[in-house]
């Protein structure tokens, strides 16, 4: 039986959150919890198998970072964080919190919520991930199916599972172009190129964090990209 925690003031959007679960997974367990305090207390006495959260709650901006923290501080439950803050701006805060992705409310659907839902759910019931990908030449490492990953160089790169999906794509073709088309198939929703290329931007923005240089993504123009060979 999946046990979810949904921690979100606005309770219409709560309740959204909690039918789509339901739907989803049909005979989940599902809790809501509507303010900092409950929710604080919930993730320190309850075992879930995933915890979907706002950041903000009621007046408190980032009541969510707090929770986050008590959630890591158990063991690291997987974070679903379902937030009106900007993308650009949530970056940051989850590579500080170990959240495993981010939706932002204004732009998903019940789609792709619950496919990012589920993805993660098998991610954590998955008995055997499978391994992670040694390369010979460079020094990314890469598994799709553990949130501990990315890294490169030895330093972890902080992306949402939709932009890991799409690194994989490009690095399991290292040195082929990798057609637009072929980007749409681990694309769960926004199928369509500028949405492909804001994931690629992200991408190369979480390595030029820690690897200013970082030039391995090549953008071919009318066709799709390549992770170039060195």
Known sequence: ??????????????NQLRGWIESARPGAVVQQWFNRDDATAAVEREAYDLVVLDIELGRERHAGVAVINAINKRGGTPVLVVSGMPASIYRSIMKALDAWDYLQKSDFVEQEFTETFLDMLRAVKAKSPAPAV??????????PLRQNSPTWRGERINLPLTAQRILDALYQRRGQVVSYDDLFQVVKSGRNRDNVRKHVSTIREAFREIDPGFDCIENVPMRGFRWTLP
């Open 1 to 14: 039986m999946v046990k979810v925690a949904v921690i979100e003031d606005d309770v219409p959007t709560s």
């Open 134 to 143: 040694e390369p010979p030449q460079d020094e990314l490492s890469l598994d």
